[in-house]
């Protein structure tokens, strides 16, 4: 696609439910990333896909946070439980390769927990 | 050490002015230094980015200008619009910690007077 493509672009769920976010890479984009920014504050990172090695999952929050990336493309943040501190946008970003090329992020999901 | 400083945290100059926004960063690691620009709603947009061989990278109406030594960097704009208000980050990455993950600094919100 001509760009980083994020579903929902908003979601508001009760605590304690389920939730999963949906990212589309770049087409041809091996690195895959995932980043949290709460109100007023950056970005923080969660997790990184480089195409079949190994996730890099050393952001992630708590073990109600994981995800997947499926063929090397699509991704999916799923976050258990929810609690009203994981209201926040989650970014999805790509690359095209691993190294310092920078990233094109999406518009992300804006996540309320109420 | 993984800090990324940023200062100032918001910044309000004329149309024309040249605002400057700065970062610190502890890491001697770091080897890849972005500047993002983001607009409300939208993701973050690479801006220009710069290698510490270098001291000074300048690409249109923005430059950063990277202190090694004193392990700081900054963003100029020259002639500013007030189009370029929006919310600036920057971040520092390493290759060799192998996942070119960013840090990211905690934003400054720029705003052009017209």
């Known amino acids: 696609g001509a760009g980083v493509s994020q579903s929902p672009s908003n979601k508001v769920t009760e605590k304690g439910k389920d939730v999963e976010l949906r990212c589309d890479p770049i087409s041809g984009h091996t690195a895959l990333y995932w980043y949290r920014q709460s109100l007023g504050q950056g970005l923080e990172f969660l997790i990184y896909f480089q195409g079949n090695s190994a996730p890099d999952k050393s952001g992630l929050p708590s073990d109600r946070f994981s995800a997947e990336r499926t063929g090397g493309s699509v991704s999916t943040l799923t976050i258990q439980r929810t609690q009203q501190e994981d209201s926040a946008v989650y970014l999805c970003?790509?690359?095209?390769?691993?190294?310092?090329?920078?990233?094109?992020f999406g518009s992300g999901t804006r996540l309320t927990v109420v | 050490q993984q800090q990324v400083k940023q200062s100032p945290q918001s910044l309000i100059v004329q149309k024309g002015g040249i605002p400057i926004i700065n970062c610190a960063y502890e890491?001697?690691?770091?080897?890849?230094f972005p500047w993002y620009q983001q607009f409300p709603g939208k993701g973050p947009a690479l801006l220009i980015a710069i290698r510490p061989d270098v001291s000074e990278k300048k690409e249109g109406r923005f430059t950063i200008s990277f202190n090694k030594s004193a392990k700081q960097f900054s963003l100029h704009i020259m002639d500013s619009q007030p189009g370029d208000s929006a919310t600036y980050f920057c971040?520092?990455?390493?290759?060799?910690?192998?996942?070119?993950?960013?840090?990211f600094g905690t934003g400054t919100r720029l705003k052009v007077l017209a």
């Open positions: 890491n001697t690691a770091f080897d890849y």
């Open positions: 971040a520092a990455s390493s290759e060799t910690s192998g996942t070119y993950k960013y840090i």
């Open positions: 970003a790509s690359s095209i390769s691993q190294g310092n090329y920078g990233y094109t």
